[in-house]
Protein backbone atom coordinates (compact mmCIF):
# COMPACT_ATOMS: atom_id res chain seq x y z
CA UNK A 1 0.00 0.00 0.00
CA UNK A 2 1.35 3.15 -1.04
CA UNK A 3 0.02 7.04 0.79
CA UNK A 4 0.29 9.20 -1.62
CA UNK A 5 -0.13 13.45 -0.93
CA UNK A 6 -0.18 16.90 -2.61
CA UNK A 7 0.44 19.93 -1.38
CA UNK A 8 0.34 23.35 -2.91
CA UNK A 9 1.76 26.60 -1.42
CA UNK A 10 2.56 29.96 -2.49
CA UNK A 11 5.69 32.36 -1.87
CA UNK A 12 5.26 36.06 -1.35
CA UNK A 13 8.76 36.07 -3.50
CA UNK A 14 9.41 36.21 -7.04
CA UNK A 15 10.75 32.80 -8.97
CA UNK A 16 14.39 34.39 -9.26
CA UNK A 17 14.12 35.11 -5.29
CA UNK A 18 13.00 31.09 -4.32
CA UNK A 19 15.94 29.90 -6.74
CA UNK A 20 18.05 31.75 -4.74
CA UNK A 21 16.89 30.84 -0.92
CA UNK A 22 16.23 27.58 -2.22
CA UNK A 23 20.28 26.70 -2.67
CA UNK A 24 20.84 28.62 0.56
CA UNK A 25 17.92 27.80 3.72
CA UNK A 26 19.75 25.68 5.60
CA UNK A 27 20.31 25.79 8.61
CA UNK A 28 17.39 27.56 9.62
CA UNK A 29 15.87 27.12 13.21
CA UNK A 30 13.56 24.83 11.77
CA UNK A 31 15.73 22.38 10.17
CA UNK A 32 17.22 21.16 13.21
CA UNK A 33 16.21 17.38 11.67
CA UNK A 34 18.69 18.80 8.88
CA UNK A 35 21.81 17.44 9.59
CA UNK A 36 24.45 17.53 6.79
CA UNK A 37 24.21 18.54 3.08
CA UNK A 38 26.56 17.64 0.45
CA UNK A 39 26.83 18.31 -3.64
CA UNK A 40 27.70 15.05 -4.67
CA UNK A 41 27.65 16.12 -8.71
CA UNK A 42 26.36 19.66 -10.47
CA UNK A 43 26.57 20.45 -14.58
CA UNK A 44 24.97 22.25 -16.80
CA UNK A 45 23.06 20.30 -19.37
CA UNK A 46 21.00 22.47 -22.38
CA UNK A 47 21.15 25.48 -20.79
CA UNK A 48 19.53 23.72 -17.48
CA UNK A 49 21.26 23.27 -13.77
CA UNK A 50 21.32 19.12 -12.54
CA UNK A 51 22.48 19.05 -9.38
CA UNK A 52 22.43 15.92 -7.03
CA UNK A 53 22.78 16.30 -3.17
CA UNK A 54 22.57 13.93 -0.05
CA UNK A 55 21.32 15.18 2.84
CA UNK A 56 21.46 13.01 6.52
CA UNK A 57 18.22 14.06 8.33
CA UNK A 58 16.82 12.21 11.72
CA UNK A 59 14.79 9.40 11.67
CA UNK A 60 12.49 8.88 14.88
CA UNK A 61 10.74 5.94 14.87
CA UNK A 62 7.40 4.60 16.59
CA UNK A 63 7.99 3.08 19.53
CA UNK A 64 6.69 0.15 18.22
CA UNK A 65 9.66 -0.22 15.70
CA UNK A 66 12.48 1.23 17.65
CA UNK A 67 13.63 -2.57 18.81
CA UNK A 68 13.37 -3.56 14.78
CA UNK A 69 14.49 -0.07 14.09
CA UNK A 70 18.18 1.16 15.46
CA UNK A 71 19.30 3.52 13.30
CA UNK A 72 18.49 7.17 14.24
CA UNK A 73 19.56 9.40 11.06
CA UNK A 74 18.74 8.31 7.40
CA UNK A 75 20.45 9.50 4.02
CA UNK A 76 18.68 11.63 1.37
CA UNK A 77 19.32 11.93 -2.28
CA UNK A 78 18.03 15.17 -4.20
CA UNK A 79 18.14 15.41 -7.88
CA UNK A 80 17.03 18.98 -9.02
CA UNK A 81 16.94 20.42 -12.28
CA UNK A 82 16.58 24.54 -12.57
CA UNK A 83 15.86 25.96 -16.10
CA UNK A 84 16.18 29.69 -15.80
CA UNK A 85 14.42 30.05 -19.58
CA UNK A 86 11.16 28.67 -18.51
CA UNK A 87 11.10 29.33 -14.45
CA UNK A 88 11.13 26.04 -13.20
CA UNK A 89 13.36 24.46 -10.75
CA UNK A 90 11.85 21.26 -9.78
CA UNK A 91 13.25 18.61 -7.03
CA UNK A 92 13.10 14.80 -6.98
CA UNK A 93 14.00 13.30 -3.23
CA UNK A 94 14.14 9.86 -1.87
CA UNK A 95 15.57 7.98 0.96
CA UNK A 96 18.87 5.75 0.25
CA UNK A 97 18.71 4.65 3.20
CA UNK A 98 16.21 2.61 5.55
CA UNK A 99 14.42 1.26 2.31
CA UNK A 100 14.12 -1.96 3.72
CA UNK A 101 11.61 -0.34 6.19
CA UNK A 102 10.17 2.68 4.46
CA UNK A 103 10.09 4.41 1.00
CA UNK A 104 9.35 7.73 0.94
CA UNK A 105 9.85 9.90 -2.47
CA UNK A 106 8.73 13.41 -3.18
CA UNK A 107 8.53 16.06 -5.81
CA UNK A 108 8.80 19.45 -5.97
CA UNK A 109 8.00 22.14 -8.55
CA UNK A 110 8.44 25.62 -8.50
CA UNK A 111 7.26 27.78 -10.80
CA UNK A 112 5.70 31.88 -10.99
CA UNK A 113 2.67 32.24 -10.29
CA UNK A 114 0.21 32.41 -13.75
CA UNK A 115 -1.64 35.56 -12.57
CA UNK A 116 0.72 37.25 -10.58
CA UNK A 117 4.64 36.67 -11.41
CA UNK A 118 5.54 38.37 -8.09
CA UNK A 119 4.25 34.80 -6.47
CA UNK A 120 5.79 31.49 -6.49
CA UNK A 121 3.55 28.35 -6.30
CA UNK A 122 5.09 25.24 -5.36
CA UNK A 123 3.25 21.85 -5.85
CA UNK A 124 4.54 18.74 -4.02
CA UNK A 125 3.98 15.32 -4.02
CA UNK A 126 4.69 12.34 -2.14
CA UNK A 127 4.74 8.49 -1.89
CA UNK A 128 4.85 6.93 0.95
CA UNK A 129 5.07 2.78 1.35
CA UNK A 130 6.23 0.34 3.63
CA UNK A 131 6.41 -3.54 3.40
CA UNK A 132 8.11 -4.07 7.11
CA UNK A 133 6.35 -7.36 8.20
CA UNK A 134 3.67 -6.53 10.91
CA UNK A 135 4.36 -3.32 11.01
CA UNK A 136 4.06 -1.64 8.01
CA UNK A 137 0.64 0.37 7.86
CA UNK A 138 2.27 1.89 11.55
CA UNK A 139 5.29 2.94 10.24
CA UNK A 140 3.80 4.14 6.69
CA UNK A 141 1.35 6.49 9.24
CA UNK A 142 4.08 7.16 11.55
CA UNK A 143 6.37 8.58 8.03
CA UNK A 144 2.95 10.12 6.52
CA UNK A 145 2.46 12.14 9.87
CA UNK A 146 5.88 13.36 9.90
CA UNK A 147 6.69 14.22 6.76
CA UNK A 148 3.38 16.52 7.27
CA UNK A 149 4.88 18.18 9.45
CA UNK A 150 8.75 18.87 7.92
CA UNK A 151 6.62 20.24 5.09
CA UNK A 152 5.35 22.97 7.18
CA UNK A 153 8.97 23.10 8.78
CA UNK A 154 10.35 23.59 5.70
CA UNK A 155 8.32 26.33 4.45
CA UNK A 156 8.41 28.12 7.54
CA UNK A 157 12.66 27.86 7.23
CA UNK A 158 12.86 28.91 3.51
CA UNK A 159 10.46 32.05 4.26
CA UNK A 160 13.10 33.06 6.74
CA UNK A 161 16.03 32.21 4.65
CA UNK A 162 14.38 34.50 1.88
CA UNK A 163 13.21 37.31 3.94
CA UNK A 164 16.86 37.36 5.41
CA UNK A 165 18.43 37.76 1.95
CA UNK A 166 15.17 40.19 0.19
CA UNK A 167 13.05 41.67 2.84
CA UNK A 168 15.61 42.72 5.66
CA UNK A 169 12.71 45.02 7.08
CA UNK A 170 10.71 41.81 7.82
CA UNK A 171 14.10 40.13 9.25
CA UNK A 172 14.37 43.10 12.04
CA UNK A 173 10.68 42.77 12.84
CA UNK A 174 11.43 39.15 13.45
CA UNK A 175 14.70 40.13 15.55
CA UNK A 176 13.38 42.63 17.13
CA UNK A 177 9.74 40.48 18.33
CA UNK A 178 12.43 37.73 19.61
CA UNK A 179 14.13 40.13 21.87
CA UNK A 180 11.64 41.35 23.53
CA UNK A 181 10.04 37.88 24.12
CA UNK A 182 13.88 37.05 25.54
CA UNK A 183 13.19 40.04 27.87
CA UNK A 184 9.56 39.09 29.30
CA UNK A 185 10.57 35.37 29.58
CA UNK A 186 13.93 36.60 31.62
CA UNK A 187 11.60 39.31 34.08
CA UNK A 188 9.35 36.64 34.16
CA UNK A 189 11.51 34.55 35.94
CA UNK A 190 12.90 37.11 38.23
CA UNK A 191 10.05 37.84 39.16
CA UNK A 192 9.08 33.91 40.03
CA UNK A 193 12.48 33.75 41.64
CA UNK A 194 11.41 36.77 44.11
CA UNK A 195 7.71 35.51 44.42
CA UNK A 196 9.71 31.72 45.77
CA UNK A 197 12.03 33.60 48.26
CA UNK A 198 9.55 35.43 50.08
CA UNK A 199 7.68 32.59 50.46
CA UNK A 200 10.97 30.30 52.03
CA UNK A 201 11.18 33.62 54.08
Known amino acids: MVKHSTFSDVFNFTWNQVAIGLWQRYPNVYSKHVLSEDVISRKIINGKLHTKRLFTKTNPMPKAGEKFITARNVYIIEESIVDPKDKTFVTYTRNVGMQKYVTIEEKCFYQPDITDKSLTVCNR ?77
Open 125 to 201: WAFISSSFFGLGRVIQTFCTQRFKQNVKKSMKGLNETMDKLFNPEANQHNECRKEKFKEKAKAAVEKAKIKTSKQMC
